[in-house]
């Protein structure tokens, strides 16, 4: 590989999240392999430019230009076959702030917003808290793969105001396919739902998949689409908050732009714009070895719990650094199980629960982590279940 995907960076110390979380177990060398970011290195071309910004010493007022939107054109024409407009872009702090922000602008309080579950779990904040009501359509699990149940989906859509789809699927890790895509689209067509297409992580795909982003279905689609991105998933860059809606149809792109307006937010990290200009510019490859480099995590860590622990079912890996897989053999229920896996291997997942009833039981494993650290986790997890 031209990049190095191998040295390892404790940010214990760094006001990392998900780091400053586990305590004194940080300090310790004990990684967390929890909230979706990496413990690997941003490309070099993205950490030389954030130099230079950090050189210039002077960061005012920062609001995105053409520049910014001929990278996020670039990337969607390249990498996901869509042809956008500069003006079709709406900018948020994030792609979380932008989903709430969403659920304001199309939907009035109470409304239904309809969920494919389990999932990422402020999907379900973003609705509830802003004093919207929740349906989850359960997906289901057919010959050890998830499928959306379409009937179901179908049922559930009636009355309902919009349709928040994660493409790919946190934290199942499905890809959805362009004819899943479609049926999803049709239903949400004829019940007249509106739909929100999260799909940060979409440059995360695993060999032999491909990634469909919802407007490049056809024009009917994309009229009726928000779309979600960022640059954050891919290149390492979470802490920089830095996300795009794109958005075709006009008045849909206005209510938006009016509520993240209304939300009061006016300024954008230079920081964030310069990273993603580069990594949309210039690190492409890097993006398809970070690929390369996670399913070689998913193959270690498939064949590691095939041979010491074959009850466990790990779900396919399509898409996404997050790897989902079934505990229940183990007999403790979530809550039990988390802390089990917390205190005995000082394992620190994302509990299934977490993304809704249908995850209880399931864990979430980040590996966008250097191959050792992902084997000193799984050997602290065999200890510990071993000595039960
Ligand atoms: C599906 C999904 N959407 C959004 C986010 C977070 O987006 P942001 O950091 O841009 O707010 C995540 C992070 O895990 C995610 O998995």
Redesign the pocket.
Do not use: E, M, R, T
């Given at each position: 590989m031209k990049y190095d995907f191998d040295s390892f960076h404790p940010r214990a110390g760094m006001e990392a999240a998900k780091w400053d979380a586990i305590g004194d177990d940080a300090e310790k060398g004990i990684v967390p392999l929890s909230?979706?970011d990496m413990e690997l290195l941003s490309p070099p071309q993205i950490i030389e430019e954030l130099k230079k910004t950090a050189e210039f010493g002077m960061w005012g007022y920062t609001w995105w230009n053409e520049k910014y939107a001929a990278a996020v054109k670039h990337w969607m024409h390249t990498r996901h076959g869509w042809d956008i407009q500069s003006d079709w872009i709406v900018q948020t702090n994030?792609?979380?702030?932008g989903?709430y922000a969403a659920v304001r602008a199309y939907t009035a309080p109470e409304d239904k917003v309809l969920l494919i579950t389990p999932v990422?779990y402020?999907f379900y904040r973003a609705v509830k808290l802003n004093g919207r009501t929740v349906v989850e359509s359960p997906l289901k699990l057919v010959d050890g793969r998830y499928e959306i149940d379409f009937e179901d989906l179908d049922k559930k859509a009636e009355g309902c105001k919009m349709l928040i789809l994660?493409n790919p699927h946190?934290p199942v890790g499905r890809v959805w396919t362009a004819e899943e895509l479609r049926r999803v689209g049709d239903i949400c067509l004829a019940h007249g739902l509106l739909v929100v297409s999260?799909e940060?992580?979409f440059d995360i795909i695993m060999p032999g998949y491909k990634h469909t982003s919802y407007p490049t279905l056809g024009e009917k689609y994309a009229d009726n689409c928000v779309l979600f991105t960022?640059a954050?998933?891919t290149f390492s860059l979470?802490g920089l908050?830095v996300?795009n809606a794109i958005i075709p149809d006009p008045d849909l792109r206005k209510k938006l732009d009016d509520e993240v307006n209304v939300s009061g937010c006016y300024s954008y990290s230079i920081f964030g714009l310069r990273a993603l200009e580069t990594g949309y510019m210039q690190c492409a490859d890097w993006v398809d070895e970070l690929n390369e480099h996670i399913w070689g995590n998913y193959q270690y860590f498939k064949s590691f719990m095939a041979q010491h622990f074959p009850e466990v079912w790990v779900a396919d890996l399509e898409g996404t650094y997050l790897c989902w897989f079934d505990c229940r053999c183990f007999g403790m229920p979530g809550e039990e199980l988390a802390k089990f896996l917390q205190e005995k291997a000082k394992l620190y997942l994302d509990d299934g629960f977490i993304f809704g009833p249908a995850g209880d039981g399931f864990e979430r494993i980040n590996l966008a982590c250097t191959r050792q650290v992902l084997a000193d986790a799984l050997e602290r997890f065999k200890a510990a279940m071993e000595s039960r």
């Open positions: 909230v979706a994030g792609v979380v702030q989903l990422y402020p994660c946190n999260d940060i992580h960022a954050s998933k979470a908050c996300g």
